[in-house]
Nanobody, 126 residues
């Protein structure tokens, strides 16, 4: 059973940066994708970004493109979400997710990911 543990959330002022980490328990495969989703109070969970382990390709929601980046460290079994120029609307609980065998057309879909972390709170004050 794959376990995911997020960390790095907190309270920051708008314009500042945060880096979230997602540590996973099992090795990845060539078709593994890991993603970040977020959920604000009263809103549905939304896709933030994802990385495919095969080639390291990354994908982002339009709302964060150019401000967020994703990287991975296989040796540490950790994926990072670097968030720059944060805005109050970026606030929410951020979830890390993993899917083995996620096809490109589904990479933004929550149902494509089998394993989920418990989430970490990000609050951006104006």
């Amino acid at each position: 059973q794959v376990q995911l543990v997020e960390s790095g959330g907190g309270l920051v002022q708008a314009g500042n940066s945060l880096r979230l980490s997602c540590a996973y328990s099992e090795r990845t495969f060539s078709n593994t994708a890991m993603s970040w989703f977020r959920q604000a109070p009263g809103k549905e969970r939304e896709f933030v970004g994802a990385i495919r382990y095969n080639g390291g390709y990354t994908y982002f929601a339009d709302s964060v493109k150019g401000r967020f980046s994703i990287s991975r460290d296989g040796a540490k079994k950790t994926v990072y979400l670097q968030m720059n120029s944060l805005k109050p609307e970026d606030s929410g609980i951020y979830y890390c997710a993993r899917g083995d065998g996620v096809i490109l057309s589904s990479i933004r879909a929550a149902e494509a990911y089998k394993y989920w972390g418990q989430g970490t709170q990000v609050t951006v004050s104006s």
